[in-house]
């Protein structure tokens, strides 16, 4: 029996108990999508709202892989890759929605573009705003900005991203957002599968700069926009945040920039974290702020114990968040 025909695209979804975001995904993924041929795989990451049941009943061309303990980013969409069979990878989150012939302009852009490894698309929130979409490979100065908040004061709101071209053209970047990524299948064969060390941040930097240290290119296309559901983190939420960025930067300076790089790396985050300990130790005794200060203190000590620890227990358990 001879084989089917190769898919243009094989996109991969992870979802965990995000049913109604899952289903306006696939909705809007295949009804604007027209001129591709197409594979899509959802992993159900241990669902328990009944997406599982929901792909079933109204995406039945829907490729579902049911995990039966959850697993994080890389190694969820590692399962689909391992199987894909379309000539274009896209990882693509399930809480997004596709617009209009976006999936068959990505597609054709690549298509016209064979030194094209990744592609980024504009990420748009509801309201229409761009949210930080591509970039270049960090650098100590960078980290250092982001570590001390300055990022925030600065004209450029996106830094250390960049605003839509002003030309409205694909620009080549370093790398692209994991909201929507799409990756030719030869240049993630030869770059290898998705690093599962890293946990959350920084993956998609990772498998970009393997692609581009292999000849590839990476660009970001403007024209071609989706919108992305992200959930708005609280104040609450910012210490770990931060701790989870920061745990994922060593171990991308660990991987790819060596001993010296990290090294001032661990002094910019041990300096920054003990500035914020001195700040927030005193605000633990007042009533409204005790909350807010017991998490800088717990996420800012972490941060300081990895920096001391050995290399490869960035990934270990004793510093796993859930």
Not at 54 to 72: G, I, K, S, W, Y
Not at 262 to 281: E, P, Q
Not at 297 to 317: A, Q, S
Request: hydrophobic content about 40%; some cysteine.
């Amino acid at each position: 029996m001879a084989e089917s025909p190769r898919p243009d695209l094989t996109v991969s979804i992870i979802n965990t108990n995000n049913r109604d975001l899952l289903r306006q995904c696939l909705t809007t993924l295949f009804e604007n999508t027209h001129g591709i041929s197409m594979e899509v795989y959802v992993v159900d990451n241990v669902c328990t709202d009944g997406s599982a049941e929901m792909v079933r009943a109204d995406f039945p061309e829907v490729r579902l892989l049911q995990n039966e303990t959850r697993l994080r980013f890389c190694a969820n969409h590692n399962q689909v890759l391992r199987e894909a069979r379309g000539r274009i990878l896209l990882i693509l989150n399930e809480d997004t929605e596709i617009t209009p012939h976006a999936l068959d302009d990505l597609v054709a852009f690549m298509d016209e573009h064979p030194d094209a490894g990744v592609t980024g698309v504009a990420v748009l929130n509801p309201d229409g705003t761009l949210q930080g979409s591509y970039n270049e490979f960090p650098t100590l100065f960078s980290r250092l900005v982001m570590a001390l908040g300055l990022n925030r004061l600065g004209e450029d709101a996106f830094y250390p991203f960049h605003p839509l071209p002003a030309d409205g053209n694909a620009v080549e970047t370093d790398w692209v957002g994991g909201a929507c990524l799409a990756v030719r299948a030869e240049a993630a064969e030869q770059a290898g599968l998705m690093n599962e060390a890293f946990l959350i941040y920084d993956e998609e930097t990772d498998w970009c700069y393997r692609m581009k240290s292999m000849g590839w290119k990476v660009y970001f296309v403007p024209s071609v926009r989706i919108v992305h559901y992200q959930g708005k983190g609280t104040n609450q939420e910012r210490p770990r945040r931060r701790f989870r960025i920061n745990r994922s930067a060593l171990l991308f300076f660990k991987t790819h920039y060596g001993a010296l790089s990290t090294l001032g790396l661990k002094l910019v985050f041990v300096l920054t974290s003990l500035g914020r300990i001195i700040v927030w130790t005193p605000l633990y005794g007042w009533g409204r702020r005790r909350e807010r200060a017991a998490l800088e203190l717990k996420y800012n000590w972490r941060t300081i114990l990895i920096c001391l620890t050995r290399d490869d227990r960035y990934d270990g358990e004793l510093f796993v968040m859930s």
